[in-house]
């Protein structure tokens, strides 16, 4: 678990760094505290989601919901309480994975292609048009990330493998691209209402 370990150890108590952060946001003094706990997050992560990719995963999901929630959260002992941060979030991800529901669906019950209205077609079409042409306007960095992520369907550790990039950078490649994406997208949306009004 060798992503945070560029950040130097700190010899205050966890409840100390945790007040700092709580108090500054310093994302260091953030990084310095969940250091000390990488071993336990990966080891209840694992314990419950059974795989160690997805348990990576967790444990920088986890690191996530830290940044929001010690801002908001005093913590008077903070390894039991991250330790049941690391719980409820596996614990959620199982809930929603069980949760969805695969319903089988009369072929005959299905609409036809020949039933299917053209502009809506062609509506499909020029939203993945738009889709390709935002992803082809994102830095090569992002671009290869989203690419590998979405339409490759690899995780990010193989990610990380492939292009020799850090974890954390391969995830903030993932987040970056994303959002640019959304802007894109929502910005040739509101083109095409301009385009239409006219």
């Known amino acids: 678990m060798s992503f945070l370990h560029n950040i130097s150890r700190n010899a205050e108590s966890d409840e100390a ?10 994302m260091q003094v953030l990084g310095a505290l969940y250091e000390r706990y990488l071993e336990l997050a990966y080891g209840v992560s694992l314990q419950y989601v059974k795989d160690p990719e997805r348990a990576r995963d967790a444990v920088m999901q986890v690191f996530e919901l830290l940044v929001v929630k010690l801002r908001t959260h005093e913590v ?20 929603s994975e069980k949760n969805q529901r695969h319903t089988d669906i009369d072929p005959d019950l299905m609409q036809s292609a020949e039933a299917l209205h053209l502009n809506g077609v062609l509506e499909r079409e020029g939203q993945l048009e738009q889709l390709e042409d935002c992803v082809d306007k994102l830095p090569e960095g992002q671009q290869q990330a989203i690419r590998m992520f979405y339409l490759e369907q690899h995780c990010y550790q193989d990610i990380a493998d492939n292009t020799g990039q850090p974890w954390n950078t391969v995830r903030s490649l993932i987040q970056n691209g994303r959002r640019n994406l959304k802007i894109c997208m929502e910005r040739k949306a509101a083109e095409t209402d301009e385009t239409r009004a006219i």
């Open 76 to 95: 008077e002992r903070f390894r039991p309480w991250l330790h049941t941060v690391v719980r409820n979030h596996c614990l959620m991800q199982l809930r």
């Open 17 to 26: 760094l945790a007040a700092t952060y709580r108090k500054t946001g310093d």
